[in-house]
Nanobody, 122 residues
Framework: QVQLVESGGGLVQAGGSLRLSCAAS????????MGWFRQAPGKEREFVAA????????YYTDSVKGRFTISRDNAKNTVYLQMTSLKPEDTAVYYC???????????????WGQGTQVTVSS
């Protein structure tokens, strides 16, 4: 079992930055691929970024490439999402997830956090 708790969300102006954190419980954190997803009001949850257990491979959805960076610190059981050049369309609840394999759809992930709100004002 893995429990995930996100933090770092908030209100920011367009062009600003935020860093989301996701703290995981459990001694096996280092074995899981981690992903970030987001869900805007009235829309389906969508993939944002993922990182392999060893951090050797990362993957991003096209809309955030060059602006967002996913990273992890297995010693701290934490995964991060550094977000820069934020846009109003980035406004959503952001969720972190853990799974046995790195994937771009929700079905790849077994454990989910409760989410943290990110609001980008224009």
């Amino acid at each position: 079992q893995v429990q995930l708790v996100e933090s770092g969300g908030g209100l920011v102006q367009a062009g600003g930055s935020l860093r989301l954190s996701c703290a995981a419980s459990g001694r096996t954190f280092g074995r899981y691929a981690m992903g970030w997803f987001r869900q805007a009001p009235g829309k389906e949850r969508e993939f944002v970024a993922a990182i392999r257990w060893s951090a050797s491979i990362t993957y991003y959805t096209d809309s955030v490439k060059g602006r967002f960076t996913i990273s992890r610190d297995n010693a701290k059981n934490t995964v991060y999402l550094q977000m820069t050049s934020l846009k109003p369309e980035d406004t959503a609840v952001y969720y972190c997830a853990a799974g046995s394999s790195m994937g771009t759809t929700s079905s790849w992930y077994d454990y989910w956090g409760q989410g943290t709100q990110v609001t980008v004002s224009s």
